[in-house]
């Protein structure tokens, strides 16, 4: 904020293209049911027969509590709504949510060798993208291994626990056993292509919101710099910060729009507005979903703390 001409930033605000953003905001609502059919996809493969309409309202009130609650709680969330309805339970939907988490670093990731290839990459954006190559590159091989061979995956969890007391090393084996269950998208390969086609979908869409709200905007910009920002976004949702991202959120659109020669002003613009598009739709709809379901904010919050508990204990 403190380089930003006030007066530029208005102007920048003053006069958007409605249907644009109302094309955007579209966009916004058609990732969220991609991301919603997707899960589906990996919730099918832990054994569990959900509706489509039920499983994004749950996606929906997940997202309203990323949004509001700490470390990401409304995953946490996710789990314990669609638990009691899945052969294992909390640990096989959690596990579910790791694969779908999986999925959208790998996406990341070949955004970023693609980024890499057509122009260099920021220096500020090196450091994340290894910690990102790195991480995902061992999560995907983690959750191959595991699924693929139980005995590999016995044989490090007998290493692994073995100085552990019989009671919690078998409460540990059930719970492992359980979440393994929602790893079982690898073993079917047209499952892996039914995922990794909706990934393609929500990413492509959310690019698209990009293009619409900077045309909204009348931002122009180099074509990689939509993928710049997607990223850079995605990279930023795993920092701790303040509930909703705010200016976190808008410091990433920043950062990525002038690497790509954006003047601040209108990359803020940018930032504020698809802040709005794409944080404002989980805010209100959550509740609604919540409210279908059922649901309420003391629940959430008895949630976290079961969670917290089963954490400790296993720990």
Known sequence: MRQIDWGTLRDALASPDWPLLALALGTVLATTVAKSARWRVLLRQAGTETGGMRVLRVLLIGQMGNIFLPARMGDVARAALLGPQTEGGFAAVLGTIVVEKALDGWMGLLILIGL????????????????????TSILLLLLILASARQAWAGRVYVAATGWLPEGVQGQLYRQLARFALGLGLFRQPASVLRALSWSVVVWGLAALTNVVTMAALDIEAPG???????????????????????????????????????PPEPALAFGLVLHLLVYTPPAIL????????????????????????????LS
């Open 224 to 262: 990689w710099s939509i993928w710049l920002v997607l990223v850079t976004g995605y990279v930023a949702t795993f920092l701790p910060t303040v509930p909703a991202q705010v200016g976190v959120f808008e410091y990433a659109c920043v950062l990525a729009l002038t690497a790509a020669g954006v």
């Open 286 to 313: 959550g509740l609604i979903a919540m409210a279908i379901e059922g649901f309420t904010w003391a629940g959430l919050r008895q949630n976290r703390s079961q969670y917290e508990e089963r954490r400790g204990a």
């Open 116 to 135: 890499a290839l057509w122009t260099p990459l920021p220096g500020w954006l090196r450091g994340p993208v290894l910690v990102l190559a790195l991480l």
